[in-house]
Every structure is written in C-alpha cells, then in structure tokens.
C-alpha cells in the first residue's frame, strides 16, 4: 500500500521527467524460485501472527546478528535460487534508481555490479536489522525511529529523512461523516461500531473477540475484516448474533478505509493498519503483536501519539469496548490525539524528498 501511494504521487508530481516503472518483482517474470520466494515470505507473517513466539524469535534474531548476517541468511542462505534469479531480474530492469518499501528489493539492488540509486522506505516505527542494510536514502515515517537511527554510525541527515506515513491516496478523499459511512455500508447509524482486524490473513484474536461481543445485549455493530482467511469468514457467517447487535463479517475487502472511517473504534493486531484507523481521528485497541516489529508500532501509537491502548485478554477486551460504548466520552482524549497526529500522512513529502536525491545524483535531470 504505501508503494502503490507513492508511485501515484510521484508519478503525478514527476512523471513527466523520469520514467516510473511499478514492479511486481516477485511475480512479472513467470520465474518459479522468486514466486515460491514470495510465497515463503507470506507463510513466515501467517506462521508468526499464529505462533507469537516465532515472531519474536525471528525478529530478535535479526537484532543480535545485525544487518549483514540477517541480510545474508535472509537473502541468499535461505533460498540461492530465488536470489540468483531476483539479480537477473533487477539486471534485466536496469534500473538508474530503485526505491523500495521492503528490504528484500533493495538487497538485490545493492548487489548490483553497476549500482543503481537505491532508496528504501520502511513503514514501520523504526528500522528493524534488515532494513539497516545500506541504502543511498533512508526514509521513516516515526520520530522516535528516526531519532535512534541518527545515533548509529551509518546515517546522518543527508541519508536519513522523516516523511510523513504513506497512507492510501484513497483515504484523503472519504468522507469524516460516520453516519453517512454506516449508511453507505447498510449498517445503524447510531450503534457504537467497533472493526476488528488482524492483518491480511485474519490470524488473532478477532475470532474469540467477535464471539463474546456478538452476545452482548446493547446496540452494538460488530465488523470483523478476515482478509485472506475464508475459513474465519465462512464461520462468521453461520454464527447468530443477540438481537441487538448487528454483525457484519466481511472478507477480503477493497472497502476497508470506508470501514474504519465508519467505525468508533479499531480493535486488532498490531501492524500499520493502526494507521488508517488513526487517520481518521478514531482510537484503537491493539490485542496482539506478533512480533518485535509490531511491539514498536504499537509502542509509537500507545506512548507516542497517544491513540492506542493495549490489551491482550479477549474478555478485558471486550469490557473496553463495553465502557466505551457505555460512555462514548471516554474516548475523547484518544480520539482528541489521533486527530492531532493527522498531518502526519500523505506522500507528497516523501515524492519530493526522492526527486531531491535523484537531481543531487543526476543533475542532468532537472
């Protein structure tokens, strides 16, 4: 998502003066290793959202063997094929610059013989160990993570920036009037409205979470996004809610920002989509982080910015929820933060800030 933001905003701003490729470069080439690559990677996020303990594992692994190890057993240990391949692919784009959103695709473009421009933004609040592996321009997106990374020896202001968070284009131009949302979705207008998510694969607690609160007995509107998990979906359809909760599961789903823009409150994982629920100025209960990563994200929206609030019992969840459904007020302060963080998002900055270093290494192209 944040790719498919910028590339929209960058293209729009300089595509006149420079050639924009978007690559699915696990995928556009038809090549088995890098597509079973791909697929492995996914297999590691579902294998973490299930096993926490894995996540954490994994993550504080990386920590201990710093970027270069990590970077190497990730890359090139773990499967030599997909990564012989990505390299004569990335030879094949000859690309002049290469920017990223994820750390894979700019290994390969550091290994280039002829090094392209590389520039890498990491979505998360700080730079875990792979994406600390060399690239020409670092962009983040969290103070605190930006703040640690200049304490290291291998950034400073010229190859470190802070941006604002690349949020969807798409979100600027929902409407703010909840009403109007949940009658557009066909939902009540005037029920507390909860969305539960846990990242793409519906891997959590958003299973247990959505079966006590269905059982509560006051206008309530529960909208649970399983993502790729059909199995989760296909059991929230046979399920019967108490006569005043209305319980809407959906699958995966293009309309998720209208969701959450409809929604009074966010509960699920840990991960970015916190974002988007705190672009449109609504808390979040965050009820699992999966991995070290996900633990800073959630620390930079609870302590930081001052949105979020962590609990990880299912039932303590759903008190929450019930005392803030209770008393909407209560949610004030948290909703008061998020608003207050909402100059933090959008693309235009981070497309400039790319167009900077592109004209300071090839000043032909102004």
């Known amino acids: 998502m944040p790719m498919k933001s910028i590339v929209e905003t960058f293209s729009k701003k300089y595509g006149d003066r420079v050639e924009v490729i978007p690559s699915k470069f696990y995928t556009e080439t038809g090549d088995p290793h890098l597509i079973k690559y791909e697929k492995m990677l996914a297999r590691q996020v579902r294998m973490y959202n299930g096993y926490p303990v894995i996540g954490y594992w994994a993550t504080l692994s990386c920590e201990f063997f710093g970027a270069t190890l990590s970077s190497l057993s990730s890359m090139r240990l773990i499967s030599p094929f997909a990564y012989k391949a990505a390299i004569k692919h990335m030879r094949e784009l000859q690309p002049d610059v290469v920017f990223s959103t994820h750390w894979a695709t700019n290994y390969y473009a550091e290994h280039l013989e002829k090094k392209p421009l590389t520039i890498m933004y990491c979505p998360d609040a700080q730079l875990n160990k792979l994406f600390e592996y060399h690239s020409d321009l670092n962009l983040i997106s969290m103070p605190y993570g930006y703040e640690k990374a200049l304490r290291k020896k291998q950034y400073d202001v010229r190859n470190m920036k802070l941006i604002p968070f690349l949020i ?11 009403k109007q949302l949940r009658k557009k979705i066909g939902v009540p207008e005037n029920n507390f409205t909860v969305v539960l ?4 694969y519906g891997i959590g607690k958003m299973k247990k979470i959505s079966e006590l609160l269905i059982k509560e ?3 309530l509107t529960v909208i649970p996004v399983c993502g790729k998990n059909e199995k989760l979906f296909n ?7 108490a006569p005043e909760v209305t319980f809407r599961p ?7 920002l209208e969701l959450e823009a409809a929604s009074d409150i966010f509960c699920g994982k840990s991960g970015n989509i916190i974002a988007e629920s705190t672009f449109f100025g609504n808390p ?7 991995t070290l990563i996900e633990h800073n994200i959630a620390d ?8 979020s609030i962590k609990e990880l019992c299912p039932k303590k969840t759903v008190e929450l929820i019930k005392k803030f459904a209770g008393d909407p007020g209560l949610l004030e ?8 963080y909402h100059s933090y998002f959008g693309s235009e900055a981070a497309a400039d800030a790319i167009w900077k270093k592109i004209t300071e290494t090839f000043p032909d192209v102004r």
């Open 168 to 178: 969807r284009n798409e979100a600027f131009g929902i409407s703010n009037d909840k």
């Open 197 to 200: 998510a846990e990242g793409g």
């Open 217 to 219: 007995h006051f206008p």
């Open 235 to 241: 059991y929230f359809k046979t399920l019967e809610p």
């Open 250 to 256: 959906y699958g995966y789903t293009e309309e998720i």
């Open 284 to 290: 979040s209960i965050v009820t699992n982080c999966t």
């Open 300 to 307: 930079h929206y609870i302590n930081t910015v001052g949105c």
């Open 333 to 340: 302060p948290y909703c008061e933060a998020a608003r207050g």
